[in-house]
């Protein structure tokens, strides 16, 4: 009798298991983009075509890195399902004007579909830099492009810009493996146009400029794999729980 009721308890634990993760097939708008152009403000179309079914557990992403140097802005973004993370919208300005623009926009929502934003115009909105705020002194390369710029005039800077700045940042995740080379005016120092905040979404960015060391990245990929090991051990406990639980219900039995 005992045993028994313990038994539909168990069935019942592992019943409602089941339908919960049934219920939780969550759908999300899926597709990535990389272009650079003149105007993303206005041209850039951030809808997609394909939809993707969620494992359980899981929310929607849309999120987006945009990068203006000179006149053209480097825009990569990505939609899907991300099977980490909470709810929230993020925004960061990275790198400020006058000179190189950086900003980054995330959102991790629950609703089916909800990673539907249609285009920049809200987020993406620099202002034009009139003739008389350009510096008469400071000239730099300058170029934005996916893998290597193919050529980097020289170009006068705006004012309240004080060096030239030159690096590579490297996009991975989100469904994006991609280079991006950057030249150009700022008054950012140092290798940190990314202002140190380098995940944006399921998007990480390494930042590298030429004569600055890469101890930072290195440690952060250490963290991962360590993380990732603690969590399958975690699981491999969990196993073992359950069975000694099976095996003490049966001697009971
Ligand atoms: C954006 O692209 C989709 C198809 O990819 C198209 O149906 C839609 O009309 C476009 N929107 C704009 C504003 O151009
Ligand atoms: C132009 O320069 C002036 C003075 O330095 C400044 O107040 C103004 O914000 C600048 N305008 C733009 C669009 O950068």
């Known amino acids: 009798m005992e045993t028994h009721h313990i038994w539909d308890l168990l ?4 019943l409602g298991a089941s339908s919960l ?36 557990g899981a929310l929607c992403q849309e999120s987006v890195l945009v990068i203006k140097s000179g006149a053209k802005t480097a825009v990569l973004a990505t939609k899907g399902c991300i099977s980490e993370g909470t709810q929230a ?7 400020p004007p006058p000179g190189i623009i950086t900003v980054s926009y995330s959102n991790y929502c ?15 909105r620099p202002g034009v830099i009139p003739a008389s705020n350009v510096s008469t002194t400071l000239r730099c390369p ?15 800077c705006p004012k309240d810009t004080n060096r030239c700045y030159q690096g590579r940042l ?7 493996n991609s280079a991006l080379e950057v030249k150009g005016c700022t008054s950012v120092t140092g290798c940190r146009l990314m202002s140190g905040i380098l995940t944006i979404g399921p998007m ?17 990929e250490n963290g991962a794999t360590w993380l990732s090991i603690s969590v399958g051990r975690f699981e ?5 729980l359950l069975l000694l639980l099976l095996q003490l219900l049966v001697l009971c039995s």
């Open 170 to 176: 490297q996009i991975i995740g989100g469904d994006i």
């Open 142 to 156: 300058t170029c934005v492009a996916l893998g290597t710029c193919l050529s980097a005039p020289s170009l006068p």
């Open 89 to 95: 919208m993020t925004f960061a300005q990275h790198s």
């Open 21 to 56: 993760t049934m219920a939780q097939n969550l759908h999300c708008h899926k597709g990535v983009s990389m272009n650079v152009e003149e105007d993303p403000g206005s041209m850039f179309n951030w809808t997609t075509e394909k939809v993707e079914t969620c494992d359980n």
């Open 204 to 220: 990480w960015v390494k930042e590298i400029c030429p004569y600055h060391s890469l101890i930072h990245p290195r440690k952060i």
């Open 236 to 240: 491999l406990l969990l196993l073992l």
């Open 110 to 124: 629950e609703d089916p579909l909800c990673n539907n934003q249609k285009d920049l115009k809200e987020l993406w």
């Open 11 to 14: 069935f019942l634990f592992l």
